[in-house]
């Protein structure tokens, strides 16, 4: 599609990154006071309400029933971008996940109030850059898309400039995230070398019939590429062995920004996981065939592997965390490996399951970290041991928490063993004998995260405070958002029809 | 089959009593209600609850005809199409009897929990702390039990097999003894590592099931009905699964997950821990209801849904269990705290159960699913009984008694019926299963039911020694002034005394409602075993 047709394609970036031009602009200006309590954050959300209702707009007709909307081959920019159910899905994703966002960071003390506006402005942009990765079918916009979400990223990890835990974790997220990206970036140069192209269908065209690969040397070069882009993406997503950045980077974080990142770039380097992989390495039209760079890689296996070590790893060493920051650190590693598990099995099923977990996770682990952005607020802190008590000081707080808790843990009757269910519903269904052993290490990891999460619940419920703590006030936004989040956990855990459909929608693309 | 909203009354009343108290701490800080009228309040909330299901449950009895076979009182709509969910309740004459046993053993754990009789000082006793929270969590583990006996779709049994563990989690780590944290963590993590083998299983069954139709008539291409997996598919030609025939393997990970609930040796070791540290009503529960959840999976599941599996593990089921009933036994010789005992001769009786139900006979597995009803009102006599001691006390060590019978009469005359009814004696309504067990089992695994009946001696042994240490010889001075039983152990432990002797006189009211079903469900496998 020509470039002006396209930019009625992406008009939500659009306006994203127009309000954030403006609330830039806004912050430039004489500030007062009342100006800078609620009008930023006032702003952010219209705008992110703005995009959400053009988005929601577009697709409600997809989602359920009528036309499908632009299914693969509906590409914006002369193949830069793509407008798919895949993109869209992810793209309301990230822009509620930025809307929550913005609610828990209201009266948040890990926000300097000097800069308010600029930090809107920049997770606005954060948004419009995860909005466009999610649809980004062409490795040069992965690229300035990845960056643009990762500067916006080390920016806002290092907000807290008081803080030096803030400051360092800043830095570590640079230095981790510039070597990433280049050797992301050097993957994407030698496949340019080999096959001259960078659109994915370019790409996948050429795998299947390019010279390039006739020789040893050619099919290492392509293997070598592919491992090092995967690279790039494993850490966005935080895989394991991508995702030593993680704890830290959570923990120094402002928390409410620490929601975000523990679900945004996650869902976005899912979705572009699935993208580049499945439009690829796949004939069209087959799930089963695989090609490898060099023939017969089994790329998915591959990434199983890496599923199951993410797992675990995550599990294991959330065990003995006493930050509970740093624990959901952890478990965010962990649900990364899960959520692989749906990229591995593929197909239908396991891309409806990774849409469907990745909506779930959104939910459960923002409305866990707003319930951490509480504590801290009203306890400075948020070792475990200032979670003592809070079932008697703070009911509903506690109860909030500990329906996000047995959310991540998988436990019926809430959205998150829904999400559990369709990932492995779509392993067992592919059979395979690699396929059970991974269900396997999967159920098993499970139970290891019941033990961390019952951590918590432990000492909010069972364990007396050592000294005073303050309770904590409810009537703040945050707190209403957590509130409205584990309605949210509940009620999908119920009745999930709503979001299987979009799921399934969201997965229209590679049927 | 008639539709009917009875099953889901039963299941949500409590539910909605939970929805009641949790409203009441919602608008608390409006209404300012003082504590104590609080904590009365969410008591008369538990109490009108469960009574209700409980009488509802006694409707449901009486309009239920035990000569049909097929599913009763079904409540029957279609939940989440997108996976073929069906929202299905219905009871057989397998799960009335333990409908029936939840609603009777609920409503006293609910009676136990009252603080009516306890010393006024006495600020820490469990049924005084956060009151509120602890009556909405047993009413919440309440409806998790109905809807486990009562669900037929798969997938609505696991969603309630697995609501009851947070409930279970808290009311033991809030609630409970010394180590409770211990206890409630190991059940947890026990019960879910069973769980999520079980949840494989489902998806499995259901990825291998046939095509079918929704109650609304809608095609589905799989289907989570208990009754069709059972009826209409044959998953014995499902082909290999991590090389071994598809029905071994799904067997298997459903019945360790069964298995660590009834719990069967190895999987049992969580089961003295929560029982010891859980508050009395709460043992009575575990031990009265949820116990028998595990026989209940294996009967609903593994037998009715895999026989071709179940035939290949017969002799495993009643090897596990002779080795349950023996080796329980040897471990309660060993115990000096008196509800660690109990515990163990729960584990114990709980072998009657496999071993009766892998002999296929009809007496077998009459008596099995019979001792699954006597065990649960023996054990929820023992450990109110336990309770009592415990409560006067404060502690359960066997030695530390003795010559009780002089100051506590009653008290002695209600533990002996208790441990006589739990040894067998007969009369009981102990023998009766125990008998149908062994009469049932004879025939087909001769040697494992004569090493099981050596196992009875044990049983006899270990109360006979505990009713000697703590009830006779010289009084313990220190315990000169223990007050007999009250009116609220009264209250519990009548009840279920008279049924322990009535019972054991007449089964044929529980006998009749479940033989036809039973009976149905095993002649299937008694013919592919040739007996």
Known sequence: MSNLVSFGYIVPELLLGAMAVILFLLSAMRRRNLLRKTIFPGLAILGLMAALSVLVNRTSGGIFGGDPGCISGCSLFFGLLATDPLADFFRILVISATTICVLISIGSPALPKGRTGEYHGLLLVMCLGMCLLSAANHLLMVYVAMETVSLCSYLLTGWDARKCRSREAGMKYVLFGGVASGVMLFGMSLFYGLFGDLSFQGLHLALQGSGALSGAMGQWAATLSVVFMFAGFGYKIAATPFHMWCPDVYEGAPTPFTALLSVGPKAVGMALILRFFYSIFLFPGSMETVIGASGQIPWLLLIGIVSAVTMTLGNLAALVQNNVKRLLAYSSIAHAGYILMGVTAGGQEGFEAVSLYMAVYLIMNMGAFAVVSLVEKASGSEELQVFRGLGKRAPLVALVMTIFLISLAGLPPTAGFIGKLYLFAALLERGGFWFLMLALVGVTNSVVSLYFYARVLKSMYMEKADTDLPTIPIRNPAAVTATALSFATLFLGLFWQPLATAARWSATLFH | MAESTLLTWITFVPAIGMGFIGLFLMLNPLLKLPKAAMDNLSRVVAVVC??????????????????????????????????????????????????????????????????????????????????????????????????????????????????????????????????????????????????????????????????????????????????????????????????????????????????????????????????????????????????????????????????????????????????????????????????????????????????????????????????????????????????????????????????????????????????????????????????????????????????????????????????????????????????????????????????????????????????????????????????
């Open chain 2, 50 to 531: 469960s009574a209700i299901s409980l009488g509802l449950v006694l409707m449901l009895w009486k309009e239920f005809d035990p000569s049909n076979t097929g599913i009763q009182f079904a409540h029957h709509f279609v939940w989440i199409r997108a996976f073929n969910i069906e929202y299905f309740m219905g009871v057989d004459g397998l799960s009335i009897t333990m409908i029936m046993l939840t609603g009777l053993i609920s409503f006293v754990a609910i009676i136990a929990s009252l603080p009516w009789g306890i010393a006024k000082d006495d600020d820490h006793h469990f049924s005084k702390r956060a009151v509120p929270g602890y009556m909405a969590l047993i009413l919440l583990l309440e409806a998790g039990m109905f809807g486990v006996f009562c669900s037929l779709d798969f997938f609505m049994f696991y969603v309630f097999w697995e609501v009851m563990l947070l409930p279970m989690y808290f009311l033991i780590g809030i609630w409970g003894g010394p180590r409770k944290e211990y206890a409630a963590i190991k059940f947890f993590l026990f019960t879910l590592a069973g769980s999520v083998l079980m949840l494989l299983g489902m998806i499995a069954l259901y990825f291998a099931s046939n095509p079918s139709t929704l109650i609304d008539g809608t095609h589905c291409a799989h289907t989570f009905n208990l009754i069709k997996l059972a009826n209409e598919n044959d998953f014995g030609t499902a082909g290999n699964l991590l090389g071994m025939a598809f029905p071994k393997v799904v067997f298997i990970g459903m019945f360790i997950a069964f298995a660590i609930k009834i719990p069967m040796f190895p999987f049992h070791t969580w089961l003295p821990d929560a029982h010891v540290e859980a508050p009395t009503p709460i043992s009575v529960i575990l031990a009265g209801v949820l116990l028998k959840m595990g026989i209940y999976g294996i009967l609903r599941m593994n037998f009715a849904i895999l026989p071709e599996a179940t035939l290949w593990a017969q002799t495993g089921m009643a090897v596990f269990g002779t080795i349950n009933i023996v080796y329980a036994a040897f471990v309660c010789m060993a115990q000096t705290d008196l509800k660690k005992l109990i515990a163990y001769s729960s584990v114990s009786h709980m072998g009657f159960c496999l071993l009766g139900m892998a002999a296929f006979t009809e007496q077998g597995i009459s008596g099995a699913v019979y001792q699954m009803w006597t065990h649960g009102i023996v054990s929820a006599s023992l450990f109110l009984i336990a309770g009592v001691i415990y409560d006067r006390a404060h502690h359960r060590r066997i030695e530390g008694f003795g010559g009780l019978a002089k100051q506590m009469p009653e008290y002695t005359a209600l533990m002996g019926l208790a441990f006589m009814a739990s040894l067998g004696l007969p009369g009981l309504c102990g023998f009766i299963s125990e008998a149908l067990v062994f009469l049932g089992a004879f025939p087909v695994f001769t040697t494992l039911t004569v090493i099981s009946a050596l196992g009875v001696i044990i049983t006899a042994a270990y109360y006979l020694w505990t009713i000697q240490r703590m009830f006779l010889g010289p009084l313990n001075e220190k315990y000169a002034h223990l007050p007999d039983v009250n009116w609220r152990e009264r209250l519990c432990l009548y009840p279920l005394g008279a049924m322990i002797i009535v019972l054991g006189f007449y089964p044929m009211p529980i006998l009749d409602l479940m033989n036809k079903t039973l009976h149905g469900l095993i002649k299937p496998l008694a013919q592919a075993a040739g007996l």
